[in-house]
């Protein structure tokens, strides 16, 4: 099955031309639009087809970003973090097996920058638990956590 060709798109296709192909095709053969018979039928079959092909995309579309050992990943992470790819960056702390205290700050700060305020700082407090003495970690975690000005 050529997946690509199923959803009408190139093989180098970002995340979101996948998944508008694949809104455009599920809006065109959902079941739904068909009234009970053959059609019907053909439409499930065209669907579970399409829905194969998105996952495929989906999935040859990851970024094939691989770590030699956990320094190396820690390093990638944050530069990651650096140019603004928090989503690659998450997939590459994900990969790793260890949850240092390096980790935990790089994840919570990945996690504060997409907006998942409440998981950074849980993370970002993990960090300064494993590095009490460090700054950095601190001040992230300060950001994370801005205190609540009183109104009167």
């Not at 798109?9 to 455009?24: N, V």
Request: charged letters at 30%.
């Amino acid at each position: 099955m050529d997946a690509f060709g199923i959803l009408n798109i190139s093989r180098t296709a970002t995340k979101e031309e996948i998944r508008a192909a694949y809104r455009a095709l599920a809006r065109r053969w959902h079941p739904d639009r068909f009234a009970q018979g053959p059609e019907r039928d053909w439409a499930n079959e065209k669907m579970a087809e399409i829905n194969a092909a998105y996952k495929i995309c989906l999935n040859e579309n990851k970024p094939s970003v691989i770590v030699d050992n956990e320094e190396s990943g820690l390093e990638e992470a944050a530069k990651l973090i650096e140019s603004g790819a928090y989503d690659t960056a998450k997939l590459v702390l994900g990969r790793m097996t260890t949850r240092c205290a390096e980790w935990n700050y790089l994840f919570g700060r990945a996690q504060l920058r997409v907006g998942n305020r409440g998981r950074a700082k849980m993370y970002l407090s993990f960090a300064c638990q494993q590095a009490p003495d460090n700054k950095t970690y601190k001040a992230a975690l300060a950001e994370a956590n801005p205190k609540k000005r009183r109104l009167f």
